[in-house]
């Protein structure tokens, strides 16, 4: 049987890169690390991780035992919230959501749960996808409101890591532009017709996006504004500064100053959805709320 606290330390090797800074959260010595690892190594009669000047990386081996640590670790915290949770009397709940799904979504579904449920503690984290799926995956929420751009879903079928999705919203990307711009009365169009036009950027995802695109299409991407919020970055839109690429849940259409252009195919777009665990009893309220936003979705303008 593999030792649980060898695990733990190969954990945290995986997470900080080094063995010294390893020893260094685990309050023990670099060597006492270094044995740990050994000897997990020779109980398994693989290496676990590969050792250089740059620091240490996890092997295929290596990984796949995070990984499984990592599930560990997840159904020890879950068990302790659930004891806890018990002698208490009361239960808590928490969603990770990015801003824009949370700040449509949440509210009303929110406020029917909290009315429905007042002895449920609801707690609300604000994180992108690369962020939210680790919490769930960690056991420290309980299920994420995410999504991902053209590309392979967050969570595959059959994969390690103890992670659902549910599809919720297809969230098209549109153009928008200053009011008084010659492309403001089309009723779609092309990115290449904006090749040479500034770009004011919304999500740093949007802008990974576009430099793809205009790399693909042979121009250079012009950015005259960067932000991390859609709705900044459509006033400065509205100011002059440029044009903008926003999901379809994100148009400030009440924007004075504004134009909202549709892309032509292939149209870009993020795929909303909501990570939950699997392969465990998850907290008893998450199908729920996994229900609750699905009927938001289906009443979100356009669907």
Same mark, same amino acid.
């Given at each position: 049987?593999?030792?649980?606290?060898?695990?733990?330390?190969?954990?945290?090797?995986?997470?900080?890169?080094?063995?010294?800074?390893?020893?260094?959260?685990?309050?023990?010595?670099?060597?006492?690390?270094?044995?740990?690892?050994?000897?997990?190594?020779?109980?398994?009669?693989?290496?676990?991780?590969?050792?250089?000047?740059?620091?240490?990386?996890?092997?295929?081996?290596?990984?796949?035992?995070?990984?499984?640590?990592?599930?560990?670790?997840?159904?020890?915290?879950?068990?302790?919230?659930?004891?806890?949770?018990?002698?208490?009397?009361?239960?808590?709940?928490?969603?990770?959501?990015?801003?824009?799904?949370?700040?449509?979504?949440?509210?009303?579904?929110?406020?029917?749960?909290?009315?429905?449920?007042?002895?449920?503690?609801?707690?609300?984290?604000?994180?992108?996808?690369?962020?939210?799926?680790?919490?769930?995956?960690?056991?420290?929420?309980?299920?994420?409101?995410?999504?991902?751009?053209?590309?392979?879903?967050?969570?595959?079928?059959?994969?390690?890591?103890?992670?659902?999705?549910?599809?919720?919203?297809?969230?098209?990307?549109?153009?928008?532009?200053?009011?008084? #711009? *010659? !492309?403001?009365?089309?009723?779609?169009?092309? %990115?290449? =017709?904006? +090749? $040479?036009?500034?770009?004011?950027?919304?999500?740093?995802?949007?802008?990974?996006?576009?430099?793809?695109?205009?790399?693909?299409?042979?121009?250079?991407?012009?950015?005259?504004?960067?932000?991390?919020?859609?709705?900044?970055?459509?006033?400065?839109?509205?100011?002059?500064?440029?044009?903008?690429?926003?999901?379809?849940?994100?148009?400030?259409?009440?924007?004075?100053?504004?134009?909202?252009?549709?892309?032509?195919?292939?149209?870009?777009?993020?795929?909303?959805?909501?990570?939950?665990?699997?392969?465990?009893?998850? #907290? *008893? !309220?998450?199908?729920?709320?996994?229900?609750? %936003?699905? =009927?938001? +979705? $289906?009443?979100?303008?356009?669907?």
């Amino acid at each position: 049987m593999i030792d649980a606290h060898r695990l733990r330390v190969l954990r945290e090797v995986a997470a900080h890169g080094s063995f010294n800074r390893a020893a260094a959260a685990l309050l023990l010595t670099p060597s006492a690390v270094s044995q740990q690892i050994a000897a997990l190594e020779r109980q398994l009669g693989t290496p676990v991780v590969t050792r250089s000047t740059r620091g240490v990386a996890l092997t295929e081996p290596g990984r796949l035992l995070v990984e499984t640590a990592e599930t560990i670790a997840a159904e020890l915290r879950h068990a302790r919230e659930r004891i806890d949770e018990l002698a208490s009397g009361r239960g808590r709940l928490t969603v990770a959501t990015f801003t824009s799904g949370g700040r449509v979504l949440l509210p009303g579904v929110l406020s029917r749960f909290v009315a429905a449920h007042p002895q449920v503690e609801t707690n609300v984290v604000e994180r992108e996808p690369e962020d939210s799926l680790p919490l769930v995956r960690r056991g420290e929420a309980d299920l994420a409101v995410a999504y991902h751009f053209d590309g392979p879903l967050p969570v595959l079928p059959g994969d390690r890591t103890g992670l659902s999705w549910t599809p919720l919203a297809e969230d098209p990307m549109s153009v928008a532009l200053p009011a008084a #711009h *010659p !492309l403001a009365g089309r009723a779609s169009v092309d %990115l290449t =017709e904006l +090749a $040479e036009q500034p770009w004011v950027i919304g999500c740093s995802k949007t802008e990974a996006f576009l430099r793809g695109y205009a790399a693909a299409a042979g121009f250079g991407l012009r950015v005259s504004g960067s932000t991390s919020d859609y709705h900044l970055a459509q006033a400065l839109t509205a100011a002059g500064l440029g044009v903008s690429l926003v999901p379809s849940i994100c148009l400030a259409r009440e924007t004075p100053g504004l134009a909202f252009v549709p892309l032509n195919p292939p149209r870009p777009a993020r795929y909303i959805g909501i990570a939950t665990r699997r392969r465990r009893q998850d #907290h *008893p !309220l998450v199908p729920i709320l996994v229900e609750w %936003l699905r =009927e938001a +979705a $289906e009443a979100l303008p356009g669907r």
